[in-house]
């Protein structure tokens, strides 16, 4: 990376500079043809430290109701409701914002969503930010929760353990395409792909996977709901 030297740019323009350099090297290979420029990218806040996202353009309609949400400060303190050790940190329920403490969130339905975008490669890898199901009804099966988003927490899988799980998929109907990089990915990095085909990924952790980490560390009630709770703020980088 070439020096910036010493000049007035501000503190947060030098951390987008290094950001749009490093980022690529985070996203899933299916992703990394795109110019890292090209991305919006949110910095979220939490108690615990402090992520950045790449956003992707694959997911056009997801894109860009986070980003209208980021702008307009709906996603300013609500919680990150609940935290499962090995599997995912969701957040975005509009009634955390003012939740009396220890009660269960994010329960409420979304009767309108987004429809499901799945595309080849982004996988459900650590760190991925996707989509919450709108709901468990089959009027609102395929559907995303405009709302609720999580990340990604997960576990190593062995490519074997990949293939019986995508066995098992197929025969629910969501079946998935793995590339040799995805295969390497969830070996190396882990994740969840039992729900691969089944939420729309939208964004990657490309900077704080340790803030994730951490997050699981989170002492949590009997509904998986923080006992301290932990507000979150953003902003778009760029």
């Not at 503190?11 to 690529?24: G, H, I």
């Not at 430290?49 to 702008?71: K, Q, S």
Request: hydrophobic share 40%.
């Amino acid at each position: 990376m070439p020096k910036i030297g010493k000049s007035t740019m501000p503190w947060y323009t030098k951390a987008v500079v290094f950001m749009t350099l490093s980022v690529v090297q985070w996203l899933p290979m299916a992703a990394r043809a795109q110019s890292a420029t090209l991305r919006p990218m949110i910095e979220v806040r939490t108690r615990l430290g402090t992520m950045v996202v790449a956003l992707y353009n694959e997911t056009p309609e997801h894109r860009d109701l986070f980003l209208a949400r980021v702008r307009s400060g709906t996603m300013d303190s609500v919680l990150l409701h609940r935290i499962v050790p090995g599997f995912v940190v969701e957040g975005g329920d509009p009634a955390s914002k003012n939740a009396a403490p220890g009660v269960p969130l994010g329960l409420d339905p979304d009767t309108v969503g987004l429809p499901l975008t799945v595309v080849p490669g982004l996988i459900h890898r650590k760190g991925a930010l996707a989509a919450a199901p709108a709901g468990d009804t089959p009027a609102l099966q395929g559907r995303s929760h405009r709302d609720r988003f999580y990340f990604v927490l997960g576990v190593p899988y062995a490519p074997s353990e990949l293939e019986r799980i995508n066995t098992r998929s197929a025969a629910h109907g969501t079946p998935f395409t793995y590339s040799e990089n995805d295969r390497s990915d969830y070996a190396t990095e882990g994740g969840q792909p039992r729900l691969d085909g089944t939420c729309t990924v939208f964004g990657q952790v490309v900077s704080g996977l340790e803030v994730l980490d951490a997050l699981a560390q989170e002492p949590c009630n009997t509904w998986d709901r923080p006992m301290e709770d932990i507000p979150i703020s953003m902003r778009i980088l760029q």
